[in-house]
């Protein structure tokens, strides 16, 4: 295993930055990734490879999963690795990632420690949890796969088992395509007040939007946008559901994983890809500290990482995750992540410095 | 405590041996307050074993409040209750026996029939919370429905019954584990005239029969008059008069009495010592009558005043010869009340009330003689 | 003489069991409402626990969200004028005149109750949003511009809220007129008086004092209300109190202290709206078994009662029907519009939400829950009732303010003390269903102990009485006379019980942990998170299955109810 991380290293310099993730974190990475090297080997179960004892995973019977997704989106992946893995109970627990990570840090304040695994939906939460030691420490078999960028720093807090990424979406019922936004900048025209669609602060993949296109267009660009009175909404499926429906016209935060699934299901709308960049967040899946059943959580990193779990990650329409498994398949409509341009943040400690003006500036345009 | 009556010296000469009844309930000094106003004000009076007592008064007078002290179901503020020679209730003790302690026994107003079980059931109660015998129930039970004409009822459920009947059952049940104490919250009053009558009767004799000590509380005069052994009066939480029927009709005590048992004229007046003779006082009015009257012992107060029944009052078209009291008046109201007839007439210079069996109606204006036995006319403590 | 004062100082078995329910039922209710103070007060590092600072300074912030305020009270407002003209309009109608099929009538205004405001928001929403309602489309397709209606406002809030209480305005004004001595208004028209006169210059300064006691009780209630603003304000940025509470805890990060402030408020303003209604309503007797019942003189009205009738159906319609109805068209359709294509209809929603995982957990929950809080429930509130209305035990004026207490408390705010005050608990009971059980059983104390002691009272003391009197110590009597009479009362009780808690949400949607999912908040999460159509399916299954267990259980309890007499 060390070697091939080795090999990956050199091999990765020649590959195309596909994705833009240039991280000061990465040279980092390379230290890090074999700096705890494993002792023992690891087993391979179903298609993938394990270090943690199925046996006694089998026999802790149950597994926790904390989920930032929707209801739909979290019950798939419980119920994907169940049905795996038989003999192993799950139950989920699912609120949008600011509320997640409220919940969970609450109980583990009160001496509660009932969670095995945590998938966040936003790199400041996740990097907060590491640093109070929320995470357990585990190197997965899986892990090779994975450039050092994609896993935390130092490795085995955490892992990016996907990245979701959004642009702008409107109701063909609605809008005549000429009319359409085309781009982030086309949102503040006073055409669009009172009938656009956000999502609320403690969702992830907003503070990204947020932040990148502040970089963008500075601060009087979010000013404006706040004077188009949007409405906040905690899920995606509001959201669409709404613009499938003709309740808003322009969804100014549309995820592309959304857009697939409602177009499947024949909903007028149409999704927008704006050329300055779509914001991307990772989708952050590690073992917590403490959790009830730790064999049964190092299990779920595993097949998470692995072709096998991914594949699930990449396919199920309420997920559809980009994968970001260097072996990757591309996703169900043919593309791959390098087919947009990406928007993420760099910089982790401006990023995670602003969620406080984030929170307060997006509540305050909200209305709480 | 007050004096024992003229009956009960007669009955104690009358049988030495028997001595003086036994008093089977005491109460003493008697308060109950409900938060700061009093519905008892400190009472105290006896009941002999087998007597019926009845505490009789207009609503409000706290009489049922006693009853449910001497239950147990109120707890009062001071005083002392004695049954039986047990202190149930003692306030400078602090002693308070609860009700379902004290064995005694209790008819409720609404009956209080439980709807739930059968006639059986209800009257069983009391022996099956004593954890008698199925024989010893069957045989009780039985005995007390048949005291009450109740036997062929025995399965009925209870919520089928009349009025009557619940009362009738209430009683049974009452009786059935002999109680040395019957305590009775106004039983018949939800009854109408005419089966309250002959309740009244059957009561009675039970209660003779059984020789069980009674606590009677009513506002019907009548049923005081027609079941008591000993009546007491009450008013605004206090005792008027306590006596036998005949005593307290006869002789009452104060204008409230003389009212509230039937209905008195009451004659106000000055002494003229100078004309009592025979034991007879005798009053003169403000318009210049001279009434004679009885004086029964007591001491003449200040303003004197006379009660006289106005079923006593006599009026006649030719003055009655060889009488004391004989005054002419005018008829100036006369009513038609089927056993009596109410007359109003004037008297010097007020109205007087006559009330008369059997008397052909009169016309008004016409003139008459007014006339009253001296021993009808009773000299009233101070109000 | 007897042994002197020791007789007082043993505690007889009833003082026992008095003391310690009492003890049970405050420990529930102030637990929580210390907590919440206790957050209410915490100025200092919001992480922290126990709080590093107390100060006042989260109450100071407040006049920030005068607006969230000034929407409760309007919308309360809004409702409970509604609400009170649907009852008062009904009760009139169906106590005063001589309308056909009253009985029948009467019976059907409860029916409301039983549909939370819950389903009368999914329903409206989906009825009236501006371009998505199916109202509108209908108002479109016949050629009308834009919007015929909006419900998704505070006056859809309103609307909604006050329909689901017109019912229980209904109950309470037509308590109220029953006990009107109908000799007064026949007094009225007997010197001439017209009936509008009469009505308006003797019915209704008689009825006024019930009336406005209702309205003091509504308007409480609306004040407290969260679901039809959760579904019908959030969505527009118009914040309720009990919502922007919720929205406050739910953020990231959370402003608890801020939470708590406001629940504080809103407490306060509860609490005197109550206090308000005891006062209006005390000295009144309960006592209606050996009373004299009125038959209020029945007005003919021609052929006007069929109008009447048609008035009291139509209310029935639009609160019970029309909403049900609606949640059906949309459940079966893929995207729900007013004129599906063929290829719209589907079923899926239906197989979804079966064999979703987390609905059928959290149904089997929900019920698992409502008949042990039923169950316990009515063993401990009867036991509440007892010692406040017919012990004799000191104290006992303070146990029914108590138990009183949580009516004054947002079921959402009483929540957030319990979640903060049961998850420092050394016992792990948070995040499991003995959490929800406490807190169900908390919040429903008023419910419980008002239906049954409004039985207990209607129960002679004299029956309890006598079997003192006949030597039966406080459990005998209990059990042979009291219970037995109470059995009717009891077994409603039960009902109401179970079906609140299986419909519960604004604690649930606190206090719910991964293996502790009920099914009301379930429905709430999954109208924000999946689709209308999914939801409107869990929704009908859930009014489903609480129809089948209240017709089972009334089924089962028919016969026990025939005999306990009245």
Redesign the interface.
């Known amino acids: 295993m060390p070697g091939s991380n080795r090999d990956k290293l050199t091999r990765r310099t020649l590959l195309g930055a596909s994705v833009a993730l240039a991280s000061p974190i990465a040279c980092l990475s390379a230290r890090g990734a074999y700096a705890q090297a494993p002792a023992k080997t690891p087993t391979k179960v179903l298609d993938f490879l394990t270090y943690a004892d199925v046996a006694k995973a089998e026999q802790e019977g149950a597994f926790v999963f904390y989920c930032h997704e929707n209801e739909a989106g979290t019950a798939a992946i419980a119920e994907a690795f169940g049905k795996d893995f038989p003999k192993i109970k799950t139950s989920y627990v699912r609120a949008q990632t600011g509320a997640l990570y409220n919940k969970i840090s609450t109980e583990r304040a009160a001496g509660r420690f009932d969670v095995d695994i945590l998938q966040l939906s936003d790199l400041a939460p996740a990097l907060d949890f590491q640093k109070k030691g929320g995470y357990e420490i585990y190197h997965s078999p899986e892990a090779g796969g994975y450039k050092p960028e994609h896993l935390s720093n130092p490795a085995g807090a955490f892992f990016w088992t996907g990245v979701t990424f959004g642009g702008l979406a409107y109701s063909t019922a609605k809008v005549k395509a000429e009319e359409a936004p085309k781009s982030w900048k086309d949102l503040l025209d006073p055409k669009w007040r009172n009938a656009m669609s956000c999502k609320i602060s403690s969702s992830g993949l907003q503070f990204v939007q947020w932040y990148e296109l502040r970089k963008l267009y500075g601060d009087e660009y979010w000013q404006a946008f706040a004077k188009q009175r949007p409405r906040g909404f905690d899920s995606r499926v509001q959201l669409f559901d709404r613009l499938a429906k003709g309740d808003d016209k322009v969804c100014a935060l549309a995820e592309y994983a959304a857009y697939v699934l409602y177009k499947e299901k024949g909903a007028a709308i149409e999704f927008v890809a704006p050329e300055d960049g779509l914001p991307a967040t990772p989708l952050l899946v590690g073992v917590v500290d403490k959790a009830p059943h730790p064999e049964v959580a190092k299990l779920f990193v595993d097949w998470a990482m692995s072709n096998r779990g991914q594949a699930f990650y990449q396919s199920n329409p309420h997920l559809i995750y980009g994968s970001l498994r260097t072996d990757a398949p591309p996703m169900p409509t043919g593309k791959r992540l390098s087919d947009f341009k990406l928007l993420t943040p760099t910089d982790y400690a401006d990023y995670l410095g602003s969620r406080d003006k984030f929170t307060k500036d997006w509540n305050g345009m909200l209305g709480l | 405590m007050e004096p024992l009556s003229p009956e009960d010296g007669k009955r104690a000469a009358a049988a030495p041996e028997a001595a003086i009844p036994r008093t089977h309930i005491e109460i003493e000094n008697l308060e109950i307050r409900y938060g700061p106003v009093p519905a008892v004000k400190g009472i105290s009076f006896r009941v002999r074993a087998g007597e019926q007592l009845t505490l009789l008064g207009p609503s409000g007078c706290g009489k049922t409040t006693t009853l449910r002290a001497i ?3 109120e ?1 009062p503020s001071a005083g002392a209750i004695r049954i039986g020679g ?2 149930m209730y003692a306030s400078a ?9 004290r ?4 008819v ?3 009956y ?1 029939i ?3 079980m059968t006639v059986f059931e209800n009257v069983a ?2 022996l099956r ?2 954890r008698k015998s199925r024989h010893e129930i069957l045989t009780r039970v039985r005995e007390a429905l048949a005291l009450v004409q109740m036997a062929p009822y025995e399965n009925r ?1 209870a ?1 089928a019954l009349s009025g009557g009947q619940q009362q009738r059952v209430a009683l049974a ?1 009452a009786c059935v ?1 002999q109680p040395s104490v019957l ?1 009775f919250d106004e039983p018949l009053s939800n009854l109408d005239a005419k089966l309250r009558a002959d309740m009244r009767i059957e009561l009675r004799e039970l209660q003779h029969r059984l020789g069980i000590t009674s606590v009677y509380v009513t506002h019907d005069l009548e049923e005081a008059l027609a079941m008591s052994d000993r009546i007491v009066v009450m008013r605004d939480g206090n005792i008027e008069q306590i006596g036998s029927p005949t005593e307290i009709y006869n002789l009452p005590r104060n204008a409230f009495v003389a009212d509230f048992i039937g209905s008195s004229n009451l004659i106000a007046g000055q002494l003229r010592p100078d004309l009592a003779s025979d034991g007879l006082i005798a009053l003169e009015t403000s318009a210049g009558q001279v009434v004679h009257g009885v004086a029964h012992g007591r001491a003449v107060p200040p303003e004197p005043v006379f009660s006289v029944r106005t079923v006593y009052l006599r009026l006649s078209f030719e003055r009655p010869a060889g009488l004391r009291n004989v005054w002419p008046v005018r008829v100036h109201h006369c009513v038609f009340q089927g056993d009596f007839s109410q007359v109003n007439v004037t008297w010097g210079d007020r109205d007087l009330v006559v009330r008369s069996a059997a008397l052909e109606p009169i016309p008004e204006g016409r003139d008459a003689f007014l006339s009253v036995e001296p021993r009808h006319c009773v000299l009233i403590e101070g109000s | ?2 042994a ?2 020791l ?2 100082q043993v505690p ?1 078995g009833q003082a026992i069991a008095g003391f310690g329910v009492a003890g049970a039922a405050g420990i529930l209710v102030l637990y929580p409402i210390f907590y919440l103070m206790q957050a209410a007060l915490d100025v200092g590092d919001p992480d922290a626990r126990p709080p590093t600072a107390y100060g006042l300074g989260n109450f100071e912030a407040l006049p920030q969200y005068s607006e969230i305020m000034l929407n409760t009270l309007t919308v309360s407002l809004a409702a409970t004028v509604m609400a009170l003209l649907f009852g008062f309009v009904t009760a009139w109608i169906l106590s005063r005149t001589n309308v056909p099929g009253r009985r029948t009538l009467e019976q059907l205004m409860a029916v409301p109750y039983y549909m939370t405001p819950l389903l009368g928001a999914f329903a409206w929403s989906l009825l009236g949003a501006p371009e998505s309602g199916f109202v509108n489309q209908v108002w479109r397709a016949l050629g009308g511009e834009n919007a015929l209606i909006n419900l998704v406002t505070p006056f859809g809030i309103a609307w909604v809220m006050a329909l689901f209480e017109g019912s229980v305005a209904f109950v309470m004004i037509g308590a109220v007129m029953k006990s009107m001595d109908p000799a007064l208004e026949e007094a009225s028209q007997v010197i001439g008086a017209s009936r509008l006169r009469t009505m308006l210059r003797v019915t209704l300064p008689l009825v006024a004092p019930g009336v406005l006691g209702a309205a003091i009780l509504v308007f409480a209630e609306m004040l407290g209300s969260f679901s039809a603003a959760l579904v019908l304000g959030n969505p527009d940025r118009f914040y309720v109190v009990t919502t922007a509470m919720y929205q406050l805890v739910s953020q990231y990060p959370p402003r608890i202290p801020l939470a708590a402030a406001m629940g504080v408020s809103l407490f306060a303003v509860m609490f005197l709206m109550l206090f308000l209604y005891r006062r209006l309503i005390a000295g009144r007797s309960y006592v209606t078994i ?1 009373g004299k019942a009125f038959r209020p003189r029945v007005m003919d009205v021609g052929r006007l009662r069929w109008l009447l009738f048609a008035v009291c159906v139509f209310y029935v319609l639009l609160s019970v029907a029309l909403p049900l109805m609606t949640l059906a068209f949309a459940s079966v359709q893929k995207i729900a519009v007013a004129f599906p294509a063929a290829s719209n209809w589907t079923l899926a929603n239906y197989q979804t939400a079966f064999t979703m995982n987390a609905v059928r957990a959290a149904l089997g929950n929900s019920l698992l829950l409502g008949v042990a809080t039923a169950s316990i429930g009515v063993v401990l509130m009867g036991l509440i009732s007892w010692l406040i209305y017919r012990s ?1 035990l000191p104290g006992s004026g303070f146990i029914e303010y108590l138990v009183m207490f949580p009516q004054a408390v947002p079921r959402l705010v009483f929540a957030f003390g319990m979640m903060w005050a049961w998850i420092v608990f050394p016992i792990p009971i948070y995040g499991t269903l003995w959490l929800l059980l406490i807190a169900y059983l908390t919040v429903f104390l008023p419910l419980g102990v008002r239906t049954i002691s409004g039985v207990m009272l209607q129960i ?1 003391k ?2 309890e ?10 459990g ?1 009597r209990i059990r ?2 009291t219970m ?2 109470l059995c009717p009362g009891l077994l409603a009780a039960w009902l109401l019980l179970f079906i609140a808690s299986v419909r519960e949400l604004g604690a649930s949607i606190l206090l719910m942990g991964p293996n502790a999912k009920v099914v009301t908040p379930t429905i709430v999460e999954s109208w924000f998170a999946t689709s209308a159509e999914l939801t409107a399916a869990m929704a009908l299954i859930q009014t489903l299955v609480i129809a089948i267990a209240m017709v089972v259980f009334l089924a089962l309890t028919r016969r026990a109810s025939m ?4």
């Open positions: 239950a147990g179901l707890r047990e202190t003790e602090g002693i308070n026996i609860p009700a379902e302690k064995g005694l026994s209790m409720f107003q609404s209080a439980w709807p739930h109660y009391g919370v004593r459920p919520s049940r584990f305590l | 003489m007897q002197p004062a007789r007082w007889s050996s004799r002679d004299s029956l009485e006598c079997a003192q009197m006949c030597g039966a110590p406080w005998y042979t006379v037995p009479l005999y306990a007499g009245e």
